[in-house]
């Protein structure tokens, strides 16, 4: 087993800012908190798991194994799970350790096969330890997150073999971090410290939850998993206003932020107190990327999954997330802010927040109810799910902007061109009978107007008296 001096065993590494490696290995974000950090003294783990934003994704019910347990995975994948929960209160998530010297990937079947057999932290530490004598070749290098239901919660660096246990409440603040390297693996092999931004922002996030007495699933879900800050650039508070290199007014590259562009699904397990009854571990799902995903409870105890997370043809509720975390990049692969929010309200987290924080709050008074029974537990989380289900597919933008940037010579003509309206891009109404045009010295941000210089029922308009400065314009609909 890999040892490390007893003060880094339990304490967080500042390892300051740095270049960022290639993007094009798997970069998953994660972190655990024992119940000293939060407010209600359970535990939780939390992971964002990098797939490529587009990958199909379902939660699952397995009970092929002694321990029936949830989790996620790829669409119809029935033998492998990347973080989930069990009826004994065990659960497991996970992220690669790129600086150990690696053998084969083997996460999801490990995890697997934990989350089927293993009741506590111990249990995992002696699958680990059988594992490592099944192949020769050993595994790949993986940081787990790890809590049960008898106050165990740790990190636990599993390197080709042997592995060492941090464990979360010996740790000065409550709780641990991990992106993409090992604490105990080798800093000058393969990038070292990969995703070292994603690290030092989650371990930032979290202390400040911890200091202000609101690290909760809540706060993780929508202030840490969707955080699109990196190192180049805060774009905080949100949107954007201004410009980033050469990206388009208020868009931000998130390629190396904690929600990157090519992360595919959430997960926070909220464990219980040591001795709770393990049936009340809830999973925080969000089966899609974070920039247009929203959360709901499951339950092992349920004994199913809502068919909104595995039906017969995948999952409806990532098929609609994979759509509105498209809408939120422009044309050039970063994200525009304004779609996410802005002054009028109008923004897909200007929706998906408040429908969330609704979840959240019917949660708890069913929980808090006089009537509650764990025999509702399937009811509820099926209702909830099919009610965001069906409000997120209603959704639509109020409008898209699109930035093109033209030379003007004299005359001062500029022809302005837009494409046919669908029907279904405006909700299913009538064909427009008209555009208006009107056009501004400055972008079309916070409710601008600008001026109206003239109406058409073509697809196109001709601006005679174009500044020589440039200018921008929009175009409405008239019915």
Not at 17 to 39: L, W
Not at 194 to 202: D, F, L, Q
Not at 215 to 221: F, G, H, K, S, V
Not at 390 to 409: H, L, M, N
């Amino acid at each position: 087993m890999l040892l490390l001096p007893v003060a880094l065993q339990h304490s967080l590494i500042d390892l300051g800012d740095g270049p960022e490696p290639p993007v094009d290995m798997n970069q998953t974000s994660a972190g655990v908190a024992s119940g000293r950090a939060t407010p209600d003294g359970r535990p939780m783990i939390w992971k964002n798991r990098d797939r490529g934003g587009g990958e199909p994704m379902e939660f699952r019910y397995w009970d092929q194994g002694p321990i029936p347990f949830i989790g996620y995975t790829s669409n119809n994948n029935l033998l492998e799970c990347y973080g989930g929960v069990n009826a004994a209160g065990f659960a497991v998530a996970n992220t690669d350790g790129h600086n150990f010297d690696n053998g084969p990937h083997n996460d999801g079947r490990v995890m697997w096969d934990a989350l089927s057999k293993c009741r506590t932290i111990d249990d995992f530490q002696a699958l680990l330890d059988s594992a490592d004598q099944v192949d020769v070749n050993g595994r790949y290098g993986y940081n787990y997150q790890v809590l049960d239901a008898y106050g165990g919660c740790a990190n636990i660096e599993a390197a080709r073999f042997g592995h060492t246990r941090f464990d979360a409440a010996d740790a000065p603040e409550g709780f641990l971090v991990r992106a993409n390297f090992a604490y105990t693996g080798n800093m000058n092999l393969n990038d070292g410290t990969n995703g070292i931004h994603r690290h030092n922002r989650s371990a930032i996030l979290f202390r400040r939850a911890v200091e202000e007495g609101r690290l909760t699933p809540q706060y993780i879900l929508q202030t840490v998993a969707r955080d699109i800050s990196s190192i180049d650039i805060d774009p905080y508070p949100l949107p954007l206003r201004g410009y980033f290199a050469d990206y388009p007014y208020g868009s931000v590259p998130n390629f190396a932020s904690i929600c990157r562009s090519t992360t595919s699904a959430t997960l926070v397990v909220q464990g219980v107190p040591n001795g709770g009854r393990p049936d009340d571990c809830v999973t925080w799902a969000m089966i899609g990327a974070p920039l247009g995903g929203i959360t709901t409870p499951l339950w092992v105890r349920a004994g199913s999954v809502p068919v909104e997370y595995d039906g017969p043809a995948g999952s409806r509720l990532n098929t609609r997330i994979i759509a509105l975390r498209n809408y939120a990049y422009n044309n050039v692969g970063a994200v525009d802010t304004w779609k996410l929010t802005n002054p009028s309200r109008t923004g897909l987290w200007d929706f998906i927040v408040p429908l969330e924080n609704w979840m959240f709050a019917k949660t708890e008074r069913f929980l808090a109810s006089p009537n509650f029974s764990y025999d509702r537990l399937r009811a509820f989380q099926d209702e909830t799910a099919q009610q965001i289900a069906d409000s997120i597919q209603t959704w639509k933008p109020t409008y898209a902007v699109t930035e093109v940037s033209v030379s003007i010579f004299l005359p001062h003509h500029i022809m302005l061109r837009w494409g046919q309206i669908a029907p279904e891009q405006i909700g299913g109404r009538d064909n427009p009978s008209g555009y208006a045009v009107y056009r501004s010295a400055e972008p079309f941000r916070e409710g601008m107007g600008g001026e109206l210089i003239g109406e058409t029922s073509q697809t196109f308009f001709e601006d005679r008296s174009a500044p020589l400065g440039g200018s921008y314009y929009r175009v409405e609909l008239v019915f």
